[in-house]
């Protein structure tokens, strides 16, 4: 009788899980419907409806009619029409010293025959009872970035080093704002939770006001600005944007998780990597990214199981490429320093810190490298078949460094001469990965050699091999949609081309099924017991 084993039945149990999440999405979009008619309330707005915006800066989140309201701009839009404009804002003293100022949006029906030359003409029509408003931050707190310099160059270098110790103000430079367009009709009881903050009704509870919405999820880092002492206006580009029921909905409810992971300690970096796969792409692209996020999670969860049991069997090192297993060991810490000197998501960052550990227990076993309180580091010798795969492992090294080290050593000295960077340690992480992405590729070769040399690809861990060459073409996808340094989104896609003669390899070489020894390093060491029975 069959019996799944536990990796598969939390296989399963994930997946399931990530498909239940995937339909929660799909049942956003699906708009309630109202069959009786005396309790059903619809939108006041119809597809070309026109409207007026009117906006004001603010420094208090709580601003009265008075003088709270300071006048920005006002612009008539249609409700299914994008539309854009910049505006200068006024920055006061209280934002230039590190103070905080808020953009307050009322949202109107279309203005006719006023007269803006008058005095606060705009009392009049923000007071109308049709009038929708919403209030959201135009400043934000955040760390400076690092200032770049020529390092050969002592006149480039900044006067006056920025303090990086504490957030400053930064002005947003891009808000995103939108009017629900679709014309939904539902019951009182049928009002989604999340649409239930934002919904206000006419004075007959018939109809709801235009539902006014700031796209806190288009408001990325990149768009910041930061306020010197110096400044006393900014430009701020305004967008208008329709937003469909669904998308409303699904904004809402992921602005309201972003707010709980910062409650959790994730930071504004970490939860802006994110912003970007919700806001800039539909909902079939993001459902393909959950279903496509779900099965790399999983592969990555298997390829550590397997890569972990084949390792923590391992007897020898015969076939395997020393040379490579240290290479990568060194690498993946180069770019996990790397990824911390550039201050990635920790979406990024932990995932390489995990697999920088892996790499470096992976040297300890292939240098037969161990530890005892009692006699502290012991160093295990090589057998003959060991001995002679490190030979060809030299053999290859040293072909490929007449390649390798001109090429390393020629980037080093074009980054120092022609690319600032911040420091001279940011230029050995920044160089060092540089070598590792653009060349790093190189040193899957010696294995490829020796696989090459003994005509055999058995000695590899292919089960975890394989989720892992599975785990690269779908990064190939991920480095579109999550940012990350360039860098790091080419060399997703370096390993492709080694994967494929790996591969072919293993279609060249087949294996012998009567060859024990190398079927048995095909997935997994035997155990002891097992050997005791064939024995």
Known sequence: MYRPSLTTILSVA??????????????????????????????????????SMILFTSTTPRPSMGNDLKYLTSFDIVVKDEYTETTKVKLPKSVINNGSMFLCAFCVPKLKDIDKSKTKWWQSAISDPSASYTLTRLTQYSIPEAETFNLLGEESKPEKVQDRSRPVTHLRSRIVMSVMSDQVRMSVQQVPGEIGHV????????????????????????????????????????????????????????????GSMQNMGFTEKDTDEVKGIFADTNLVLLLITFGVSAIHLLFDFLAFKNDVNFWRGKKTMEGLSRKTILWRAFSQSIIFLYLMDEETSLLVLIPAGVGAVIEIWKVTKALHIKFSFSEGFSYGSDTADEANTAQLDDTAMKYLSWILYPLCLGGAVYSLIFTPHKSWYSWTIQTTVNGVYAFGFLFMLPQLFLNYKLKSVAHLPWRAFMYKAFNTFIDDLFAFIITMPTAHRVACFRDDIVFVIYLYQRYLYPVDPNRVDTSSMMDEEPSSSEQKKKN
């Open 14 to 51: 994930f997946l399931g899980y990530m498909a239940n999440s995937m339909w929660g999405i799909v049942q956003l979009y699906i708009p309630p419907t109202c069959s009786q008619e005396k309790h059903c309330i619809s939108s006041v707005l119809s597809e070309s409806s026109e409207l």
């Open 199 to 258: 919904i206000h009704l006419t004075k007959d509870r018939k109809k709801y006001l235009p539902i006014l919405f700031v796209n806190e999820l288009t408001m990325r880092m990149r768009d910041l600005r930061i306020v010197n002492m110096t400044d006393t206006e900014s430009d701020v580009n305004l967008v208008y944007e329709p937003i469909s029921f669904g998308k409303l909905r699904l904004f809402l409810q992921f602005s309201g998780a972003l």
